[in-house]
């Protein structure tokens, strides 16, 4: 949707241009994945290295030289630190975004270590998985994701990563809740197979391709406005719905409308889902009783 309205935007007619910056946007998304998963293993490396430091200084009090390491002995942390599917994916995308910026990793330790949360965690020396898990959930959750300093960084990085970091962090925060003492954690793949890389470009090609035709479909179904009054986003996720309708047979109707209504609430006008709904609810039906949606195997349902 957001690569439709750019090439609206810019009157742009490269589609091989377009779709390629389109692809290359999403798989950035897996770059974004790995850097808020190595914050966590970066954070206790920076935490062994100060506590080391700490314990060689001249004058170290007790505490110093015997510090509580519950923090760096953390189960989970352990086990991403440990983790060879995690550590091969960053060798082979080549992350290495902490090293050359590190002042980051401090800014979120020190954020961390000066958290109520971080202060009831360390009030004993114990570790126990469950409490080990949740904690890191929580400092994932409250300290690390909404961090504005972070988040002032990724975006710098990438423009295109605004949009990504919500999807990004609620993955991680998913996986770690399910984390196991006895599972491994396992990187997420950024499509889920094959077809699922090739709908992305197939929809981007066929509803830019077919403009004008979609754009017929809805065109008369809306009495009480003018065609030119219609929010552009608007017009871009009527168009690709009807897209899905008519060209992808495998997707199920149910499962096309309830996207692109997310989509309509969170990226257009307060009432563009109403009127999306109602607009698409209604082509559904036109479509059905013209014969006009083809669907077969998951795609019936």
Request: glycine share 2%; proline share 3%; aromatic share 8%.
């Amino acid at each position: 949707m957001q690569s439709i309205y750019a090439m609206h935007q810019k009157n742009s007619e490269e589609l091989e241009k377009e779709e390629k910056f389109l692809i290359q946007s999403i798989d950035n998304i897996q770059d974004l994945y790995l850097i808020m998963l190595s914050t966590l293993t970066e954070i206790r490396k920076k935490e062994i290295v100060f506590l080391e430091a700490s314990s060689k200084k001249h004058l170290a009090t007790p505490e110093e030289k015997n510090p509580n390491k519950k923090f760096i002995n953390n189960a989970v942390l352990l086990q991403l630190e440990e983790n060879s599917s995690l550590s091969i994916a960053l060798e082979q995308r080549k992350i290495n975004n902490w090293s050359l910026n590190d002042d980051y990793i401090l800014i979120l330790l020190n954020d961390i270590k000066q958290s109520d949360l971080y202060a009831k965690y360390m009030s004993n020396r114990q570790n126990n998985f469950e409490e080990d898990k949740q904690f890191v959930v929580d400092m994932f959750t409250d300290l690390i994701a909404p961090n504005e300093k972070l988040y002032e960084y990724l975006e710098d990085n990438k423009l295109t990563w605004t949009d990504d970091i919500p999807v990004v962090n609620t993955q991680i925060q998913k996986q770690l809740k399910l984390v196991s003492e006895k599972g491994e954690f396992k990187v997420v793949k950024l499509y889920k197979d094959e077809e699922d890389k090739e709908f992305v470009g197939n929809l981007f090609r066929k509803t830019v391709l077919n403009e004008v035709q979609l754009a017929k479909e809805y065109i008369d179904k809306t009495p009480n406005w003018d065609a030119d009054r219609i929010a552009e986003i608007d017009t871009i996720i009527l168009k690709m719905a009807i897209c899905e309708f008519l060209k992808f047979p495998s997707i199920p109707i149910k499962v096309t409308i309830n996207e692109y209504l997310e989509i309509a609430k969170e990226y257009s006008t307060p009432k563009s889902s109403i009127f999306i709904n109602g607009i698409l609810d209604n082509l559904v039906k036109e479509f059905q009783t013209e014969d006009k949606i083809k669907k077969t195997g998951r795609g019936l349902l």
